[in-house]
């Protein structure tokens, strides 16, 4: 690898347990570049996506979750959770952008990229 | 040549049939030498649940006897363990100093079942299930009858707690999660089965958290869990999982993660050694169930024989439950994503309950309760990739409809059955029945030929049959029949129906009613949720328990969202009364908190805007202190009381507006109503407080109190209509209550009350209202309600009470520089 280039680097941080997210449910995190939003369905699936609605930047933390999707509590628009894109006869209309985010051993870690 | 030497440490299920695998391929090759930890034969493990039950004996789950590893010159050290593996000198040591040389070393030595680290873990009476000793534990406590506990409802503690059960045991599952077997069910799924359980004997609690085993005299005497809550217990069985056995592996220094590292050939960090079962990990996953073991065996038989180029890629899985009567089967996904698509069949009358998701029209994963016989064929389809896209109408029902029905058009389908062909299974009803009925007595509707022919008239799942019937008999002159408004696009009943027959059949939860009206999407959408939990919280007070993530946002955090994220708060101020103590704690609020906006709002109450969330509970905490509680101005429930000043001041008024508006909403704040509900008291008929616009308003005359109901002044502009005019202050608050109700009982969900009186008519409101008996009835079931609901939510949450929903799950990410 060439040392001068510097690559972007992934860095994990665990911001807590699966368990602290209610089913069909979500948490916020809060960041230097605005809140992240984290989603655990009925399912027990967990995403991440930046907390702001592709339509109004409604904060996509606080709407209803059902099945792998979310509703947005200002205006209904109904977000894919996992690929942020707005469903159904919004499609196409804009997305709120997907987080890095792994689980192990139960615990969340969201990937922020730096350097 | 002389044989090579295999010794295969683990007498279990995968240590055996990595022998039968190598035998078969070739029988000549090695000499087999087999460690056994336990002092049996090898015996079938995922059969101890049956066993527990009593409906196998040990002998019915032996694998191989002694006479099959006499009969094949293995050489079996049955109930000696093995102590240290030699890597260097390829030496195995057992416990008692035996010492024996390999060339090729099979580690199977499987799980242990984890121990939760709770106070009193120690006692006697815990134990775990994994081996027939813990069986024996078992049935030996069963024996003595009592109470058996088992933490994790799980595969395995579901299947313990039920072969206790079945042996006299009263026995309590105790789950972390708020479904059970949450990592192969769905919620749908997961409520039947605990139904399913309850009706063998099984208690159930959900989301409860352990926090410590109590005991007298060393014998185990109750858990005790982190709500305060005590469960008696003569015996605690804790199935919380297992952890892969890895001691040998890490001693000898091979690779180790979550179990020892294999890679594709099953070949462990040293190649001399490979490790198979639950004590592998292969590609980053540990499984605890036995198909990955056979699938790694084959590849493993493979390897050791020559064929090296013999891969082992991961296993799909499934499971099925073995609890006798309970049919339950998962595999693959069971929850939707990206690009996934749910098919949903319901059968309330045989509690069936069936979920496959299909991704790029392929089988990802399925979810059957009740009715798990195409399981096997879901699977596959599944494992094969097939492209389904062509059956997707038919596959809900299973193979054999698929199959009979493949590359069919629909119509011309139902046209090629034959008469005796059953269209309706609840009610045995036959296509020539229908198409008979149809020609024989005229029938034109659905109804009809329900009516006369029982055929769709229970579940309803063969409604489109019926209809294509009608379509083919009738041809054009069949219409498609429009019933009520369904819920949402996930059922077909209308609310009506869903209210009532949550009160008939006693529904009290949601996947409860999703199951009886056979809800067509796995746990609902955005519109039904809510609905569904206000009609259970109005059905059942004081019984069912809210469900907050069924909530909109603003009644989920007792504010209003605003256009930025941040929220609204406005204090109660009984009939728009408010005093100079609670002026001062309002603008102390306002201060400290710097909240940007103060308003005063048209129902006479002081709106504080842009509060940030997770100020909210401070900014609530200092409200309370000052006397004053939530105003439900988020609230589809009671708002706001509105009143003018009334005979206590003004020259014009004729009763006491302002107390009867301060008295009403005294009485019927936090009550949960279909909609908003916003009252107004006006003590003369220049009506200061325009009560003739809002959900029920009073006009107070000389002669008494005129109830009028049904206004409107939103989106939409109506006067109300006068309801009935009573003489007393008393019975003006029987009557408002009463009515309130009623429109609680009967309205839809987001149906305000003018919406409701359209749709029901003001002279059937009227005629109830008007019967004294009828009136008090309705009366009396508002005020029980209401003892479950003038509660202070700010208070509550103040007090700690779903603190998560106001703190942000870190602040770490606050300090990460980008």
């Given at each position: ?115 | ?227 305060g809550r005590t469960i008696p217990c003569d015996l605690l069985v804790m199935a919380v999982g297992i952890r892969p056995n890895t001691r040998l592996a890490a001693a000898a220094g091979l690779a180790i993660g979550r179990g020892v590292v294999v890679d594709d050939q099953m070949r462990t960090s040293d190649p001399a050694i490979f490790a198979i079962g639950e004590c592998a990990e292969h590609r980053g996953v540990a499984y605890g169930l036995v198909a990955p073991i056979w699938d790694m065996c084959r590849t493993l038989g493979d390897v050791l024989t020559g064929r090296t180029e013999s891969a ?507």
């Open positions: 690898m060439n040392a001068l280039v510097k690559e972007p680097m992934i860095v994990w941080i665990d911001v807590g347990a699966v368990t602290d997210i209610p089913r069909r449910g979500a948490r916020r995190v809060p960041g230097p570049a605005g809140d992240i939003a984290i989603f655990r369905t009925g399912d027990g699936q967990v995403f991440a996506l930046r907390d702001a609605c592709p339509h109004k930047g409604g904060p996509l933390s606080q709407g209803i979750v059902h099945g792998a999707s979310v509703t947005c509590p200002l205006h209904g628009r109904v977000i894919d959770l996992a690929t942020g894109e707005a469903m159904g006869a919004d499609r196409g209309s804009g997305c709120a952008p997907v987080v890095p985010l792994e689980v192990r051993e139960g615990r969340l870690f969201l990937g922020v990229a730096r350097g | 040549m002389s044989k090579q030497r295999l010794v295969v440490i683990g007498n279990g299920m995968a240590g055996c049939r990595a022998i039968e695998e190598v035998l078969a391929r070739d029988p000549d090759r090695y000499e087999i030498a087999v460690f056994g930890a336990e002092p049996r034969v090898n015996y079938n493990r995922i059969m101890l649940s049956p066993v527990l039950s009593g409906e196998k004996t040990f002998d019915e789950i032996v694998i191989n006897d002694l006479a099959w590893y006499a009969g094949h010159g293995i050489t079996l050290h049955s109930g000696k363990a093995v102590v240290k593996i030699d890597a260097d000198q390829r030496l195995v040591e057992a416990e008692d100093g035996l010492k024996v040389p390999y060339d090729k070393l099979i580690l199977a030595v499987g799980s242990d079942p984890v121990r939760l680290p709770l106070p009193g873990a120690e006692l006697s009476g815990v134990i775990t299930f994994r081996d027939l000793d813990d069986v024996e534990a078992m049935v030996a406590a069963a024996d003595a009858g009592g109470e058996a506990v088992v933490i994790g409802g799980g595969l395995l503690g579901l299947e313990a707690a039920y072969g206790l059960a079945r042996r006299g045991m009263k026995a309590t599952v105790i789950h972390l999660m708020d479904v059970l077997m949450e990592r192969q069910l769905d919620e749908s799924a997961g409520f039947l089965l605990r139904r399913a359980l309850e009706e063998r004997g099984v208690e159930t609690i959900l989301g409860a958290q352990s926090d410590a085993i109590l005991g007298t005299g060393g014998r185990v005497a109750g858990l005790q869990l982190k709500d082992y890629e991961g296993s799909l899985l499934q499971t099925r439950l073995k609890v006798s009567g309970v049919d339950v089967f998962s595999a693959g996904k069971f929850s939707g994503g990206e690009g996934c698509e749910d098919v949903v069949f319901r059968d309330a009358g045989r509690g069936v309950y069936k979920r496959v998701v299909i991704e790029d029209g392929r089988v990802a994963g399925a979810v059957l309760f009740g009715d798990a016989a195409d399981g096997g064929w879901y699977f596959d389809l599944m494992r094969s990739g097939a492209d389904v896209s062509d059956v997707r109408e038919t596959l809900i029902f299973g193979q054999a409809v698929t199959e009979a029905l493949r590359g069919v058009d629909p119509r011309r389908a139902v046209a090629a059955m034959p008469d005796s062909q059953e269209i309706c299974g609840c009610n045995g009803v036959c296509k020539g029945a229908i198409t008979g009925a149809i020609a024989d007595k005229g029938l034109t509707t659905l109804e009809a030929v329900r009516a006369h022919t029982k055929a769709s008239a229970s579940c309803g799942s063969c409604t489109p049959l019926v209809e294509q019937l009608l379509a083919l008999s009738l041809g054009e002159a069949f219409e498609v029949q429009t019933g009520p408004k369904p819920v949402c696009g996930c059922t077909r009943h209308g609310h009506d129906e869903t209210r009532k027959r949550i009160v008939a059949e006693g529904l009290k939860s949601i996947p409860a009613i999703m199951q009886a009206l056979e809800w067509t999407t796995p746990e609902g959408c955005a519109s039904c949720r809510p609905a569904l939990n206000y009609y259970l919280l109005c059905a059942w007070p004081g019984d069912y328990q809210d469900d907050k993530q069924s909530r909109f946002v603003n009644e989920r955090v007792h504010a209003n969202i605003q256009k930025d994220g941040t929220y609204s708060v406005v204090p109660r101020m009984w009939g728009g009364v408010t005093s100079a103590a609670e002026l001062r704690a309002i603008a102390d609020v306002v201060d400290k908190f710097a909240i940007p906006t103060v308003k005063v709002t048209g129902g006479q109450r002081i709106d504080l805007l842009g509060v940030r969330k997770d100020d909210l509970p401070a900014v609530w905490a200092d409200l309370n202190a000052a006397g004053m509680v939530s105003g439900h101005a988020y609230a589809k429930g009671l708002r706001t009381v509105k009143t003018c000043v009334g005979s206590e001041w003004c020259r014009f008024g004729t009763q006491d507006s302002t107390g009867l508006g301060v008295r009403l909403e005294k009485f019927m704040w936090g009550s949960w109503t279909p909609a908003k509900v916003k009252l107004g008291v006006s003590g003369c008929p220049r009506n200061c407080a325009e009560a003739t616009c809002k959900d029920i308003g009073v006009i107070c005359v000389d002669s008494g109190y005129e109830i009028h109901v049904g206004g409107a002044a939103g989106l939409h502009i109506q006067g109300t209509e006068i309801l009935t005019k009573v003489a007393g202050e008393d019975e003006a608050v029987w009557t408002i209550c009463a009515v309130t109700q009623l429109y609680r009982e009967e309205g839809w969900y987001l149906e305000r009350i003018y919406k409701w009186m359209a749709r029901v008519g003001l002279e059937s409101i009227r005629a109830r209202i008007e019967d004294p008996d009828e009136r008090r009835a309705l009366y009396d079931r508002f005020a029980y309600s209401q003892r479950f609901s003038r509660i202070d939510p700010w208070a509550e949450r103040v007090a700690g009470r779903h603190a998560e929903e106001f703190n942000p799950l870190s602040r770490r990410l606050e300090f990460v520089q980008p």
